[in-house]
C-alpha cells in the first residue's frame, strides 16, 4: 500500500485553463471582425438536472465567447418537431456544434434524433459516423466526457501506454468510447459492467480504473490495487440523514484515496473536463468547417 495519500487529479483547474485558452482564440477571431463559434444545445421536457447542465454549458459557452442557439422544447414535443428543429441548425451556417441534451421524454427516439445531427457540427460525438471514426482510429469528434478523462491523465503525465485500463460501464456514452480511446493510447483494456464476474478482482488489476457507472460508492478500496489511478466518472445524488442533498462519485473516496497514487475527486474532476472539451469540440469544428 502507498504511504501517503493519493494525488488529487485537478479536473476543475485544467478545465478552467482550457477555457481560457479557448477564450483567448476566440477573442483574437472578434478582434479580426470574424464569424464567432456557435453552439446550439436543445433541451425537451423539464429534467431538473438536465436543465442545471444545461445551463451550466451555456454558462460556459457565454463565458468564453461561444455564441449559443439553444432551444428548449416542452415535453409534449413531437419527433418531427424535434427533428425539424435539428435539420434547421443543420442548416445555420453559424452554428458549429449542436447537443441534444440526454435523457429525452420516453415518446422520443433519441437514436434515430442523434442520427438527424450533421456529423461535422455533432460536437457529443454520439453520432454513427463519429463513433466508427473512434473504431477506426481515424480522426474526428470524440465524445466529451472520455475526451476529458484523456485530457487529465495527458496533463498529468499518466501515460496508459502498455498499462492496463479497466473501465468499468459499457455505455455509448462515456463506457465504449472510454475503452477506444484508451486502446487509441496503446492500453491493454477491460471493459466491465453489470454482467461482470468477479468485478472487484478485474478492477483491482486495473492501473488505471475507470468508473463510469451510476452507483454511489460501488468501488471500495479492497478494488483498488495500490498506486492505480482512479478516475471517477459518476456523478450521483445523494441525501444524507440531516435531508441535505449533495454529489457522490461511484469511488468510496476517502477510502481509496489511501491507496491509489492518483484519483479524481467529485465534483471538480471529470464534471468541469466534460464541458471544456465540449466548448473545445465546438472550436475545432468551427476551424473544420471554414477550412
Ligand atoms: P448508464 O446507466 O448508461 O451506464 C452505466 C453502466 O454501468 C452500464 O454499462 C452498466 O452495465 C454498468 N453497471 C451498472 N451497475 C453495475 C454494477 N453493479 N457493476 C458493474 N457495472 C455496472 O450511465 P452513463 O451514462 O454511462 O453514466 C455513468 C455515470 O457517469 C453516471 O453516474 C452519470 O451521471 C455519470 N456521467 C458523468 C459525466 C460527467 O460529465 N462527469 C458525463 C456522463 C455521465
Known sequence: MSSQTAQLLDGKALAQRIQEELAQQ???LQAQNQRLPGLAVLMVGDNPASAAYVRNKERACQKVGIASFGRQFPTET????????????????????????????DHLDSVALLNQIDPSKDVDGLHPVNMGRLVRGEPGLRSCTPAGVMRLLQEYQIDPKGKHAVVIGRSILVGKPQALLLLEADATVTIAHSKTQNLAAIASSADILIAAIGRPGLITADMVKPGATVIDVGINRITDYEG????VGDVEFEAVRQVAEFITPVPGGIGPMTVAMLLSNTVQSYHQRRS
Open 78 to 105: 413531437t419527433q418531427a418537431e424535434v427533428e425539424q428543429a435539428i435539420q434547421a441548425l443543420n442548416q445555420d451556417d453559424r452554428v458549429d456544434g449542436i447537443l441534444v441534451q440526454l435523457p429525452l421524454p
Open 244 to 247: 441535505k442533498s449533495y454529489l
Open 26 to 28: 476566440i477573442q483574437t
